[in-house]
């Protein structure tokens, strides 16, 4: 299959799950098309075991997709702008402290339990990993995903000022756990480096990341100011999503974070005064489109990616074992900054059973973890996230609503 022809059957695979769950099954939609992608691919598997299909012809192909290099270098920037651009800027300062804190110190510090826990863990089980890889899959599964979850937290109504911690949050620690993974994955190839090293590239990565993004956001809004044409005004937005995330790649800024300033910029300074009503209703149509169709593939994609982990009863083990301590990481990394906030503001109820329940995993762990360089720890690391993620989109994301709905009775 040549690109266009892979591009296809993942655009029918996922109109036709879409339709499926739309008319029978009902669920929000991220969470639907993995479970039937799964599934397909657990068939798939089920019938190569006995010799009716060859598995291997849909591994040539996801080979062929690089799913860490089609979403960390193409679909993240657009999803993360399209999410930015319905987050008020109005909602987010109130909510500011809770939401920098929650994604900077509540991501740094899930990286470094789960690097913790996963390292005794692992040891205990007799499968040793170095420390620096254990802290490495503590990056790679400490970032939320905002994108399964928002749907399911306003059909809950849940208060507005927890909606827009988690959406925050998620948005936020996407781009700081990416930071933190390249700033990990460099020490981890490279050997040793000072703390100064360490903190530099950080802060290059992070502050680089947002001054880039507020830099182009900016830039782009006074073109739209000046013309009212929704046409070019849309392509002037698409241009600075797909080039503004490229460049910033090439200046070694955090490409994510960019995206996420840039996506706040347009949507509250350019929806409020650069644009006329008929360009703000195409744009929100457009990147509502956008943020659909790029959704429908990732996650499509997302359940397919079982048929290239290589499962064994010590991954297996290990893949159910990462599940209760990633969830009590993230209940500590949450409940440490909302209890040490507490004091300066009012909480709504349940924050710390919602936050740690509804800090689903996504396509961007899977992508981190593919995108580590072949090794013999690779293959537990790309499993141990997998499960994580299939538990936490199909159980936490399917009993998420119930939860939320329970505290806002």
Excluded at 113 to 136: E, I, K, Q, R
């Amino acid at each position: 299959m040549n690109a266009f022809e892979t591009l296809a059957a993942l655009l029918t695979l996922a109109a036709v799950f879409a339709y499926v769950n739309h008319r029978w099954i009902r669920q929000p939609a991220s969470i639907a098309l993995m479970a039937m992608a799964l599934g397909l691919s657990v068939g798939l598997l089920l019938l190569d075991r006995i010799g009716l299909a060859e598995a291997e012809n849909l591994t040539r192909v996801l080979d062929r997709i690089n799913f860490d290099d089609t979403l960390l270098h193409g679909m993240l920037g657009a999803l993360l702008f399209a999410g930015a651009l319905h987050i008020r800027l109005r909602d987010l300062r109130e909510e500011r402290l809770a939401v920098s804190v929650l994604a900077v110190a509540g991501t740094l510090l899930s990286t470094l339990l789960v690097g913790g826990l996963s390292y005794a863990a692992l040891a205990a089980l007799g499968h040793p990993v170095a420390f620096g890889y254990c802290l490495l899959f503590g990056a790679i599964i400490s970032p939320t995903d905002p994108i399964a979850v928002l749907g399911i937290l306003k059909q809950a109504n849940v208060p507005k000022s927890l909606e827009t911690q988690i959406s925050g949050e998620s948005l936020f620690n996407d781009g700081v756990g990416v930071v933190i993974f390249i700033t990990v994955l460099g020490i981890v190839t490279r050997g040793e480096a000072t703390i100064g090293e360490t903190a530099l590239l950080f802060v290059r990565e992070a502050i680089g990341g947002i001054a880039f993004g507020l830099a182009t956001g900016y830039a782009t809004f006074f073109l739209l100011r000046s013309i009212d044409h929704y046409q070019t005004e849309l392509l002037l937005t698409l241009a600075l999503v797909l080039g503004g995330y490229a460049l910033a790649e090439r200046l070694h800024v955090s490409a994510p974070l960019a995206a996420v300033v840039a996506g706040l910029v347009i949507g509250n300074e350019g929806r409020a005064h650069g644009m006329s009503d008929v360009t703000r209703d195409h744009l929100d149509k457009f990147w509502s489109l956008v943020d659909e169709v790029l959704n429908a593939v990732l996650f499509i994609l997302v359940g397919l990616e079982v048929i290239r982990l290589t499962l064994t009863r010590d991954t297996v083990v290990t893949g159910l074992l990462m599940i209760p301590l990633v969830l009590l990481a993230r209940f500590l990394s949450v409940a440490a900054p909302v209890q040490l906030l507490g004091g300066r503001r009012v909480f709504a109820r349940g924050t710390i059973a919602l936050l740690t329940w509804g800090g689903l995993r996504g396509g961007i762990s899977v992508a981190l973890a593919l995108s580590i360089p072949e090794g013999p720890t690779k293959g537990f690391i790309v499993t141990m996230t997998y499960f994580v993620v299939v538990f936490s989109i199909l159980v936490q994301g399917l009993t998420l609503g119930q939860l939320a709905r329970k505290f806002a009775a």
